[in-house]
């Protein structure tokens, strides 16, 4: 007959399975509460309140990482929860640790542990117990508790160890589902917001050319983004003269498309006070520079076309000069006569005059063009624009338009834009043609 099993160990077996229920309920309790709700943030706060009562502990924090980053101690997020009102926060040199190791760490005694002098002797903590979150072998973030109640033995066990490694390997995947679902909704509501936008841009832009007696025009841009920084614009001042605008404003995406609209309200703007090419640029610089910061600037060629004279006055700020294909096969440029608008607030702009005779071809476009590559990263260029324009010279605008962005998409193979493709052809159409 086996003897008798001592008083002592009938308490400690209890005891020992009280604790093994408690655990499983704490671990049951997490997994339905945490397992409904969405809100990385309000699960990641539950999992901390219920890990800081399932060990004792005073503070609490959660911290998501990312090791695709470039820098591997990269932080997307902290979650806190403390009874105290100073906050601590997981350092660098415990993350170092974690993702070396991803394991538990418990240290009790921090101020005389090598590896984390410095860190402990900063902080305002007596002990911690430290497990990583791991999904599918990754560790996507670090669960951390502060300072041992007291009454609960005043140091980290194995036991809290085991127990706090558990509840994180069972809600790391559900933190990380929520995050993931947070990033795509963020990621929906952009693409949202970039489609609004780039309808808004397409707005701004003339919904045709004009119509001008004797002149055939024609204008289009391609964003490299969803929005773009390139602007035309066609705008009658009346008595037969029309303002021809294009611009390339400095970035790309959503900043460059915003600063480009704002471009097109001054431009606007400052007609009212006179159309000569130069007293727009000279209004226009003073307003781009009061009301943008000093990295934020664009190029601008705009030109008067009056139809009645058949004159052409310009002003070009830093763009690239605009090819003009006489009738008899010969170019003029329309150089820049300043920096573009934006950089210096006391720039000053010139306007030059030409006449404007039939069959007369004017091209002007952006960078995005001339600047794009082949395989072999040689420019497309600006003398293949004007061999482009000789060959097409008898066709209508549009035409000549189109051969021009047919062979710069050839040029680069129908690859992605690398920047903004925007082009303007204007021609002197003999009378009755």
């Known amino acids: 007959m086996e003897p008798p099993v001592a008083h002592d160990d009938h308490q400690q077996e209890i005891t020992r399975l009280h604790r093994a229920v408690d655990e499983l309920s704490t671990l049951n309790d997490l997994a339905k509460t945490i397992g409904v709700l969405r ?9 901390v309140r219920r890990s800081l009562r399932a060990v004792g502990a005073r503070q609490g924090v959660i911290t998501l990482v990312d090791e695709d980053a470039k820098d591997p101690m990269h932080t997307l997020v902290r979650s806190m929860v ?23 760490l418990i240290l009790n005694d921090p101020t005389h ?22 999904v599918k072998s990754r560790l996507t973030g670090v669960l951390t508790v502060y300072d041992k109640l007291e009454d609960t033995a005043g140091a980290f066990s194995e036991g809290d160890a085991r127990l706090l490694s558990i509840m994180a390997a069972q809600s790391a995947q559900v933190v990380e589902n929520a995050r993931l679902e947070e990033e795509e909704r963020q990621l929906n509501v952009m693409r949202h917001e970039m489609t609004l936008a780039a309808r808004i841009q397409t707005e701004l832009l003339p919904k045709g050319p004009p119509v001008l007696k004797g002149y055939d025009i024609a204008a289009s841009s391609t964003p490299a983004e969803s929005v773009g920084g390139d602007y035309f614009d066609f705008i009658d001042i009346g008595e037969g003269k029309i303002v021809l605008c294009l611009g390339d404003v400095s970035g790309k995406g959503m900043s460059a498309a915003l600063l480009m609209a704002h471009l097109q309200a001054t431009l606007r703007a400052t007609l009212q006070g006179g159309s000569r090419p130069q007293e727009v640029l000279n209004r226009a610089n003073q307003l781009l520079y009061k009301s943008t910061s000093s990295d934020k600037f664009a190029t601008l060629f705009v030109s008067v076309l009056d139809a009645e004279r058949n004159i052409l006055e310009y002003g070009n700020a830093g763009h690239d000069p605009g090819i003009l294909l006489r009738a008899d096969g010969t170019v003029e440029d329309l150089p820049a006569s300043g920096l573009p608008i934006g950089m210096f607030e006391d720039m000053r702009y010139a306007s030059d005059e030409l006449e404007f005779r039939p069959n007369d071809i004017l091209v002007v476009y952006t960078d995005g063009i001339a600047e794009t590559r082949d395989t072999a990263d040689q420019q497309f260029g600006r003398s ?13 605008a549009d035409e000549i338009r189109k051969a021009i962005l047919d062979e710069v998409n050839t040029c680069s193979e129908n690859a992605p834009l690398f920047d903004d493709r925007t082009l303007m052809v204007v021609k002197h159409t003999p009378a009755g043609s």
Do not use: C
């Open 39 to 47: 809100d990385s943030r309000e699960i990641m706060h539950i999992i």
């Open 82 to 104: 403390s009874t105290e009102h100073t906050q601590l926060h997981f350092h660098q040199a415990l993350l170092g640790w974690m993702q070396l190791y991803k394991r538990p």
């Open 113 to 134: 542990d090598e590896r984390f002098r410095d860190f402990a002797q900063d902080a305002n903590f007596t002990n911690l117990l430290s497990v990583p979150l791991m």
């Open 384 to 396: 293949r624009i004007i061999e482009i324009i000789r060959s097409h010279r008898g066709e209508p």
